[in-house]
């Protein structure tokens, strides 16, 4: 069974900086792609960056420039390297790994707030 473990949320000052991490356990494979999706209550989750095994990445629009994805293929962990915090980034983050089918972590809290 696959198992997602995030680290790395927690609270910043606008402008701050954080890192976010995802490793996954309970395969030998490398996962075809890797990315980090954010909720805040009452909103659906949406995608903020992903990233192919080939290194091919995607951002959405409001964290371009800001947040740089990476990962590691052969520990199996994506990074999320955030920078220019602001409070609208607040919001629960969540590592995806797509195998044959796609896994979920349970989530990091990021806040940001002065």
């Known amino acids: 069974q696959v198992q997602l473990v995030e680290s790395g949320g927690g609270l910043v000052q606008p402008g701050g900086s954080l890192r976010l991490s995802c490793a996954a356990s309970g395969t030998t494979f490398s996962a075809r792609a890797m990315g980090w999706y954010r909720q805040v209550p009452g909103k659906q989750r949406e995608l903020v960056a992903s990233i192919t095994s080939g290194d091919s990445t995607n951002y959405a629009d409001s964290v371009k420039g800001r947040f740089t994805i990476s990962r590691d293929n052969a520990k199996n962990t994506v990074y999320l390297q955030m920078n220019s915090l602001k409070p609208d980034d607040t919001a629960v983050y969540y590592c995806?790994?797509?195998?044959?089918?796609?896994?979920w972590g349970q989530g990091t809290q990021v806040t940001v707030s002065s």
């Open positions: 995806k790994a797509d195998f044959i089918v796609a896994y």
